[in-house]
């Protein structure tokens, strides 16, 4: 190795030794030039002067990385130096690479070693065979193991293993009902606990099941006698997060109070449960799901601006499994695996059961409304059917007329009506008064009462009625479609 | 055999012993024909191989010296190209760094000077007396006494010597131009005239040199006035060499031990006498280094004989590189167990 010009950084107390090196240097490698550059220290084992001179020195250097090559040599200097000097060529305030040299380990050999180390861990094959190797864990953690094939899905998932390990920032996952967004929060948990990133737990709570002052009283906790009914002090489940992650599925259900709260336990970190006059702390971040479309609630008026623009950073649009045909065989392993380990029983089919089966699932009869919940209904149904035998093509015949006709008059990504209607009132229905009927009913679900409802949804005509029902309007509305009030409320709840 | 000037000459550096000899040979060949080399596979045969810095030192000066153009000049580089201009006397200065000999850069680059139109002075730093090269007194009592039979006007001089590791020496080397050089046989050695063993220490006790001294003295039963202890304090480094010079009126040969940390003095002075020994137990003149050292300039001359020790591998390497770039043959015959006949016609 021939080192062009050496950079002798010494104090001002050291000249004369600086000097011996400097001609020492210069008549044992003729080739080189010796620059020296005095910095006084006064205390060399401190980190914050050592650094910031250190610095100083690459900031003021005129390094020209086109023509030259650097090398920072680790050899001499107190243990901070060496330190320093580490991380300034870590960070490529040094743009060059790390050079440790010593003695000969022949014992009478004059000429010493020296090694070069380069901080580009790409550029070492086994260790980024290593990262490799770990990112792929990390990736089959958050797809649980299920081998998926589809390009868009899997650099998502990708994604979100990157911002899983690397952000303590909230998640939105968005995406229709059953496409698993409860199954990636839970993974995202186990990724980041595997990782030592989180030391909590993990909370999940449907939105849509909470309610009034109980919504309040459950996520942020209340005191004793804090509202009618609190006949006990409990926690909330913001503060049993604490360190951990909340998932709060079907956010846009939440109400407008909560959300300011939640927004506030976010920013802060801290939040006043009901009837406490101090608050409590606690870290937590937010994975939130939703399949409701959030920047149309905020328009609406149904979800805070601030707390959206909070959540919308990292942002993932689950595909519904209809718009990934390519992983449905894997994910019909993974039902099987998943019916095996819950029923201790093996589930396999026969080679033409199963090519009927993934024909049909893939083809585009299959509408997969439901998603993977409508796949691991079905899994489970040809299991059972099956028993102890093979899953044959008599079987696969059944389960195929049940979907066909589960699905038969739903339109493409909408179960609202589905859930509601008997597939024969559905099929009764005009597609205008379809139409009509599913936006009222996403109304109401907004709703608290059938008069807030109501005066939502008839929020012109009302103005002009000398006395205004709305609510009956409403009612009698609902009524025509065989409906009312409280099991459109109940279908949500138990709907996600 | 002819070969169009212009098209380099393909040199495959992982001939004979592979090292750094058979890329000094070609060095001097091509500056002395004015016929451009390309040699690959340098130092093929070496766990480091490619260039070192002491070879990069040889082809730097080379490249001064004759207006050369370079491609490959780089350390680890195994592929060199050479296309020499002509050659030019004058004053140069040539440094090389810790493991670097002067006298193997002063090997690439004598006889060109020599027959340059131009007289030459050269100041070379670093060592002068290394392991594994000529030590500088070698170059000076051995080698350049018979090439000034051939013509060769130089002096050099050793201002202060250089050791290895440390290195700092240097030596004043003045060359006057020849038009050619001479044939010459050299098939005996004459009388013997004197001999002379000499110990030089730097930087460490001087006892070491007076127990090589007592060790030689006893081997070759010398008398007091041909032992020699040179204590060199102005060199920089630490560092010990031992020779015993032997002198006839034909030539003189000399034989070099080098003191290393661990090695004991009186083995070194031991091994030292061993090929001196052997030396005297033939009667060809030319010993195994000098025979290396002389085929180059024979070659040059066009023409020549010598009777010689040994054949030694660098002399193989050498006879190959010599009738690539010259019109010569040479030829050796084995005349007993210690005497070979070297010969070297123009115009195979």
């Given at each position: 190795m021939v080192i062009d010009r050496l950079e002798l950084i010494h104090d001002s107390r050291n000249s004369d030794l600086a000097e011996t090196v400097s001609t020492d240097v210069l008549q044992v490698s003729p080739e080189s030039e010796v620059s020296r550059t005095v910095i006084d220290w006064k205390n060399p084992w401190d980190f914050e002067e050592v650094y910031g001179k250190l610095l100083d020195f690459c900031q003021a250097y005129p390094f020209n990385t086109d023509e030259e090559q650097y090398l920072a040599h680790l050899t001499t200097g107190t243990h901070v130096a060496q330190i320093c000097l580490f991380l300034l060529t870590e960070s490529r305030h040094l743009p060059g690479m790390l050079v440790q040299t010593g003695p000969s380990r022949r014992k009478n050999s004059a000429l010493g070693t020296c090694h070069i180390i380069d901080l580009n861990l790409s550029r070492y094959d086994s260790i980024a065979a290593r990262y490799h190797v770990r990112a792929e864990q990390g990736l089959d953690f958050l797809k649980a193991g299920i081998k998926t094939r589809n390009r868009k899905f899997n650099s998502m998932i990708e994604q979100i293993e990157r911002v899983a390990i690397n952000s303590k920032s909230p998640i939105l996952i968005m995406g229709p009902t059953g496409s698993g967004k409860t199954q990636l929060a839970k993974r995202i948990y186990a990724l980041k606990r595997s990782r030592n990133q989180v030391k909590g737990e993990l909370v999940s709570v449907n939105c849509g099941t909470l309610r009034g002052d109980a919504a309040m009283a459950a996520l942020f906790g209340h005191t004793k006698g804090a509202f009618t009914g609190a006949d006990v002090e409990r926690t909330g489940l913001l503060k049993t997060a604490d360190k951990g992650i909340v998932f709060l599925d079907e956010i846009s259900e939440l109400g407008l109070d909560e959300q300011a709260m939640l927004l506030h336990a976010l920013e802060e970190k801290r939040f006043r449960p009901m009837g406490a006059d101090r608050e409590v702390e606690s870290d937590f971040q937010v994975i939130a799901g939703t399949n409701q479309d959030l920047h149309e609630c905020v328009r609406r008026g149904n979800f805070r601006a601030d707390l959206f623009a909070r959540i919308n950073l990292w942002t993932y649009q689950l595909p519904g499994l209809a718009e990934r045909r390519e992983d449905i065989e894997p994910n019909l392993d993974y039902e099987c695996r998943r019916f095996e380990e819950m029923h201790g029983r093996k589930v396999r089919f026969n080679k033409e059961a199963r090519k009927l089966y993934l024909d049909f699932a893939t083809g585009p009869e299959a509408k997969w409304s439901g998603n993977f919940r409508d796949l691991s209904s079905s899994v489970t149904r040809m299991a059972t059917m099956a028993g102890p035998k093979r899953i044959n093509e008599a079987i696969v015949d059944g389960e195929l007329e049940r979907l066909r006709s589960q699905w038969m008059h739903q339109h493409p990504g909408d179960d609202l009506l589905a859930d509601l209607l008997t597939p024969d009132q559905l099929a009764g229905l005009d597609l205008f008064d379809q139409l009509g009927l599913r936006e009222t009913i996403r109304i109401c679900r907004q709703h608290e009462t059938l008069s807030e409802a109501g005066r939502r949804l008839f929020q012109v005509s009302r103005l002009r009625k000398t006395s205004t029902n709305d609510a009956n309007r409403l009612k009698k509305y609902l009524e025509r479609f065989g409906l009312n009030w409280s099991w459109i409320r109940e279908t949500r709840m138990t709907s996600d | 055999m002819t070969t169009l000037p212009d098209i380099p000459i393909e040199v495959d550096g992982s001939h004979g012993e592979g090292?750094?000899?058979?890329?000094?040979?070609?060095?001097?060949?091509?500056?002395?024909?004015?016929?451009?080399?390309?040699?690959?596979?340098?130092?093929?045969?070496r766990q480091k191989p490619g260039l070192l810095r002491q070879h990069l030192a040889a082809v730097k000066a080379a490249g001064e010296i004759s207006h050369a153009g370079l491609s490959g000049a780089e350390l680890c580089s195994a592929e060199l190209g050479f296309q020499p201009g002509p050659v030019d006397?004058?004053?140069?200065?040539?440094?090389?760094?810790?493991?670097?000999?002067?006298?193997?850069?002063?090997?690439?680059?004598?006889?060109?000077?020599?027959?340059?139109?131009?007289?030459?002075?050269?100041?070379?730093?670093?060592?002068?007396?290394?392991?594994?090269?000529?030590?500088?007194?070698?170059?000076?009592?051995?080698?350049?006494?018979?090439?000034?039979?051939?013509?060769?006007?130089?002096?050099?001089?050793?201002?202060?010597?250089?050791?290895?590791?440390?290195?700092?020496?240097?030596?004043?080397?003045?060359?006057?131009?020849?038009?050619?050089?001479?044939?010459?046989?050299?098939?005996?050695?004459?009388?013997?005239?004197?001999?002379?063993?000499?110990?030089?220490?730097?930087?460490?006790?001087?006892?070491?040199?007076?127990?090589?001294?007592?060790?030689?003295?006893?081997?070759?039963?010398?008398?007091?006035?041909?032992?020699?202890?040179?204590?060199?304090?102005?060199?920089?480094?630490?560092?010990?060499?031992?020779?015993?010079?032997?002198?006839?009126?034909?030539?003189?040969?000399?034989?070099?031990?080098?003191?290393?940390?661990?090695?004991?003095?009186?083995?070194?002075?031991?091994?030292?006498?061993?090929?001196?020994?052997?030396?005297?137990?033939?009667?060809?003149?030319?010993?195994?280094?000098?025979?290396?050292?002389?085929?180059?300039?024979?070659?040059?001359?066009?023409?020549?004989?010598?009777?010689?020790?040994?054949?030694?591998s660098h002399f193989q390497t050498n006879v190959g590189v010599i009738e690539q770039f010259l019109p010569i043959k040479i030829t050796t015959g084995r005349e007993d167990r210690l005497a070979w006949l070297v010969t070297i016609n123009a115009g195979a």
């Open positions: - | 090292g750094g000899q058979i890329l000094r040979s070609s060095l001097a060949l091509s500056m002395l024909t004015g016929r451009p080399f390309a040699i690959r596979n340098i130092r093929a045969g006397g004058g004053s140069y200065h040539f440094a090389v760094g810790t493991a670097g000999s002067t006298m193997l850069i002063l090997q690439t680059i004598l006889l060109p000077l020599c027959l340059a139109r131009e007289p030459s002075e050269v100041v070379l730093e670093g060592g002068t007396h290394n392991p594994f090269a000529p030590p500088f007194d070698f170059l000076h009592r051995a080698f350049l006494p018979v090439i000034a039979r051939m013509g060769a006007k130089v002096r050099m001089k050793l201002e202060k010597p250089g050791f290895y590791p440390a290195g700092g020496g240097r030596v004043v080397v003045h060359v006057e131009p020849c038009p050619a050089l001479r044939p010459i046989d050299l098939l005996e050695r004459g009388e013997l005239k004197s001999r002379a063993a000499v110990a030089m220490v730097s930087n460490i006790p001087l006892q070491v040199a007076e127990r090589e001294l007592k060790l030689g003295r006893r081997r070759l039963d010398l008398g007091e006035q041909e032992l020699q202890a040179i204590n060199a304090t102005e060199a920089d480094g630490p560092g010990n060499v031992f020779m015993v010079v032997l002198e006839f009126s034909n030539l003189t040969e000399l034989f070099t031990g080098f003191g290393e940390l661990g090695t004991k003095a009186e083995r070194l002075a031991r091994k030292t006498c061993d090929q001196a020994e052997r030396y005297l137990k033939s009667d060809a003149p030319v010993g195994d280094y000098l025979a290396d050292q002389l085929l180059l300039p024979m070659a040059v001359a066009g023409g020549g004989s010598f009777r010689c020790t040994a054949l030694s």
